[in-house]
C-alpha cells in the first residue's frame, strides 16, 4: 500500500532554511509523479514544487520559485523540499504527494493526486 511520511517540520526565522523529507513505500517510486503542498490557516491547499512523471522535471509555481527546491534520492526512497529564505508568509501544514502518469506540470494540481502523507508543520516567525 502506498505510504507517504512528511517529516522536518520545524519552527525558524525569517531569512532561515529547512528541509522536509518525505519518505515513500508501497509503489515505484521512481515512475510516479511527486508533490510538495501545503496549507496554511483560513487558506486552501497550494502546490509548492513537483516532479512530473516520466522526464522527472521539476516544476514550481511563482510564489515559491528561486526559494524552495524540490529533489529526490531515489535508492532512500525519499523526496526533499529544501526551503531557504523563508517567510511568515510560508507558514503552514506541508504535505507530500505521489500519483502515477501524472506529466508536466499537472504535477502542481492537487486533485491530481491520490495518495498523500499526514502533514508537517513549518513555522516562520521572530
Known amino acids: 500500500q502506498v505510504q507517504l511520511v512528511e517529516s522536518g517540520g520545524d519552527s525558524v526565522q525569517p531569512g532561515g532554511s529547512l528541509r522536509l523529507a518525505c519518505v515513500a513505500s508501497?509503489?515505484?517510486?521512481?515512475?510516479?509523479?511527486l508533490g510538495w503542498f501545503r496549507q496554511a490557516p483560513g487558506k486552501e491547499r497550494e502546490a509548492v514544487s513537483c516532479?512530473?512523471?516520466?522526464?522527472?522535471?521539476?516544476h514550481y509555481p511563482w510564489t515559491v520559485k528561486g526559494r524552495f527546491i524540490i529533489y529526490r534520492d531515489v535508492p532512500k526512497n525519499t523526496v526533499y523540499l529544501q526551503m531557504d529564505n523563508l517567510r511568515a508568509e510560508d507558514t503552514a501544514i506541508y504535505y507530500c504527494?505521489?500519483?502515477?502518469?501524472?506529466?508536466?506540470?499537472?504535477?502542481?494540481?492537487?486533485?491530481?493526486?491520490?495518495?498523500w502523507g499526514q502533514g508537517t508543520q513549518v513555522t516562520v516567525s521572530s
Open positions: 516532479i512530473s512523471a516520466g522526464d522527472g522535471d521539476t
Open positions: 508501497g509503489f515505484a517510486f521512481d515512475s510516479y509523479a
Open positions: 504527494a505521489t500519483q502515477p502518469k501524472l506529466y508536466g506540470d499537472d504535477c502542481l494540481t492537487e486533485n491530481e493526486y491520490e495518495y
